[in-house]
């Protein structure tokens, strides 16, 4: 009996054996090539597109499955897709039954050209399916997709948006699709590496990005994603940015609504750095994140940036900001086909350890930070400087075709030695005042900025010490010694507040070396200047000795750089003046008013007065200043 039945399952086997060998062979002898008008027509049946198969078709079986070269897939709208070569792995039961199940693809050289049109229709979508004898079986898994040397173009007819990839790669492993509502992106999963050379969207360009990624059930993971630059161009402004080595790690990454806008829609974590920021004059270096964002809803915190450099080219200055640290909170995009600057909203707070102009420095800027339909407020706004406390708000208003900004800033108690070192000076005046500024700038076009500033500023102190000379000693003889320009002591008014503009070509560390030095004190200091489209108007400017009171009056237009009929005066006990001096003309070859050549005080100071002239105004006594700063008793 038992040999009976081996016999029985040996001639089985044969048979077995019989079917395949002869199923091989009539595969090796069959020319599925024949078929071709069959496979385009069943294509066809089933989506209801143009396939073509312009090369040969060919059969594997080690793996099984089936290639093909220069496949062209069209719609009424034109192509959509052509490949060089595509390689289809398919199971071999099915085939018996008529279904095409695919294992594995890879597409070489693939030109895909989706379209998207007014109605929300994409070129690939079309209604003319019909029956087919073969049936394509629903595939919710395969081992392996490829695609290499790819490019794509993706149009948006209604917004006219385009993006194109070029040179891209994919390399998928496991590929699973669960079947439930959301679409491909939230119910796929999967291994995998994509890169591209390069991604262009209007007015962006990305080069020479690669990936890891892991997808589990429309979850997604970048780890790492690394670019190799970003380049955005502001065609209104005619300006670049451009970003470089940008590395981050993304963490479960979903899409709520694949229908909508995607950076409404998306939630992840991650982290992020890049290392270098151009911007036509700025400078961003070592930038770096933690992110987190909830259906399109972003937290930065922190932001860190290493340094962030401002070059003046006009100007030849340099504005440095060091270790910058922010936190930025629930930020959202109102409108993303608009500008963002214009529809981002957040709230936040920054802190910089250091800023740095020229002699400047300003130590520990902080403030808190909102953000609302395009205004910027920073308040309060704490920082050190001169030697002091500086506290106050500033606005940037964007929401218009020309930006407003606003500061109101109060230093109180700065050291005076410190303020004019931050313009270069060396020790003139010692000891404490307060300096108060509110000021507005309105850009209007290619303009000069400082055409758009107004406001006021302020600069007070009592009891101040001058470190080389006594200047009771020397004004109380300058009626009959005159050996110095009564302007010259300008620029204690003029070197406070706006000292850094209006005193170009100034050596200030120099003043008074040719008067007979020892010290001497100021008892009550103050210059106050309102600001009216880039011309400032000296309003109180005085100081008094414990003898002595001067006074300046007069306009300093900042945007043509030029004295606009500035005096100074030596007064008496009823505000008068004893003796005067008028300087005009530009900052940097100012003309003095009048009669004789002396030899000028501040002429090595400021390099500004080589030759002088002396003026005395006589006659009926008209008040020249009727200030705060009183005529000492």
């Known amino acids: 009996m038992r040999a009976q039945r081996g016999k029985s399952l040996l001639i089985a086997g044969g048979v077995i054996a019989l079917i395949v060998i002869t199923a091989i062979a009539a595969l ?58 595509l390689k289809l792995g398919l199971e071999l039961m099915p085939l018996l039954k008529k279904q095409i199940e695919i294992t594995g693809c890879e597409l070489v050289k693939p030109a895909v050209n989706i379209v998207k049109d007014t109605e929300g229709r994409y070129n690939f979508e079309s209604p003319e399916k019909k029956s087919t004898k073969w049936v394509l079986k629903a595939t919710t898994r395969l081992n392996e997709l490829k ?40 119910n796929a999963s999967f291994t995998g590496s994509v890169d591209c050379k390069e991604v262009l969207q209007k007015d962006f360009r990305i080069d020479n ?31 670049k940015t451009g970003l470089k080595e940008i590395n981050l790690t993304i963490k479960d990454l979903s899409v709520a609504d694949t229908s909508g806008d995607m950076i409404k829609n998306v939630s992840f974590t991650g982290n992020m750095d ?76 920054m802190d910089f350890k250091e800023v740095r102009k020229k002699n400047l420095t300003v130590d520990n800027v902080k403030s808190s930070i909102k953000v609302e339909k395009a205004v910027f407020y920073l308040k309060p706004l704490t920082m050190d400087i001169f030697g002091a406390k500086g506290g106050g708000d500033a606005t940037a208003d964007k929401s218009k075709v020309d930006a407003v900004y606003k500061i109101n800033l109060k230093i109180s108690k700065l050291d005076f030695e410190k303020l004019e070192k931050s313009f270069g000076a060396k020790k003139v005046i010692g000891g404490k005042g307060d300096l108060f500024a509110s000021l507005m700038m309105k850009e209007k076009g290619s303009r000069n900025l400082l055409s758009g500033i107004d406001g006021t500023l302020s600069l007070r102190g009592d009891n101040l010490v001058i470190y080389t000379m006594d200047l009771d000693k020397v004004l109380s003889s300058y009626e009959t010694s005159q050996k110095f320009n009564l302007v010259d002591l300008g620029a204690f ?42 011309v400032a108007d000296a309003k109180d400017c005085a100081f008094a000795t414990y003898h002595n009171r001067v006074a300046l009056k ?34 940097g070859r100012p003309q003095i008013g009048t009669v004789s050549a002396v030899e000028s005080l501040a002429g090595p100071i400021f390099n500004l007065y080589r030759k002088a002239k002396r003026f005395v105004q006589g006659g009926k006594c008209e008040i020249f200043y009727n200030g705060a700063v009183q005529q000492p008793r």
């Open 28 to 85: 090796l002898l069959f020319d599925i090539n024949k078929l071709k008008s069959n496979i385009e027509s069943a294509a066809f049946d089933a989506t209801g597109l143009d396939v073509r198969i312009n090369g040969k078709i060919g059969l594997s079986f080690s793996p099984f499955g089936v290639s093909a070269k220069d496949i062209h897939v069209a719609n009424k709208g034109g192509v959509i897709i052509s490949l060089e070569n």
């Open 493 to 534: 008014f003029i070197a406070g507040p706006l000292g850094t503009v209006a005193l170009k070509g100034y050596s200030y560390g120099d003043l008074y070396n040719q008067t007979q030095g020892g010290q001497g004190a100021i008892t009550h200091f103050i210059s106050h200047w309102k600001i009216k489209g880039g």
């Open 147 to 186: 695609l290499s040397k790819g490019m794509l173009v993706y149009l948006d007819i209604k917004t006219g948006k385009k993006t194109e990839l070029k040179d891209f790669n994919l390399a998928i492993k496991d590929l699973s699709i669960v079947n439930t509502p959301g679409g491909i992106i939230n």
């Open 209 to 239: 990005l690669k990936a890891s990624v892991k997808a589990v059930k429309g979850a997604y993971n970048f780890q790492p994603l690394a670019i190799g630059s970003l380049v955005y161009f502001d065609r209104k402004a005619g300006e």
């Open 274 to 349: 890049c290392k270098e920021v151009l911007q036509k004059n700025l400078r961003v270096d070592n930038l770096k994140a933690s992110v987190k964002a909830v259906k399109g809803i972003y937290n930065f915190q922190p932001l860190a940036i290493g340094s962030l450099v401002y070059f003046d080219s006009k100007a030849g200055e340099k504005t440095e900001l060091k270790e910058i640290n922010l936190t930025i909170k629930d930020l959202s995009v109102a409108d993303t086909s608009g500008q963002i600057i214009k529809n981002v909203s957040f709230t936040g707070n």
């Open 554 to 587: 007069g306009k300093l237009d900042l945007v043509s750089e030029r004295y606009d009929n500035v005096i100074v005066a030596l007064l008496d006990d009823k505000g008068c003046a004893k003796f005067k001096q008028s300087i005009s003309g530009p900052f």
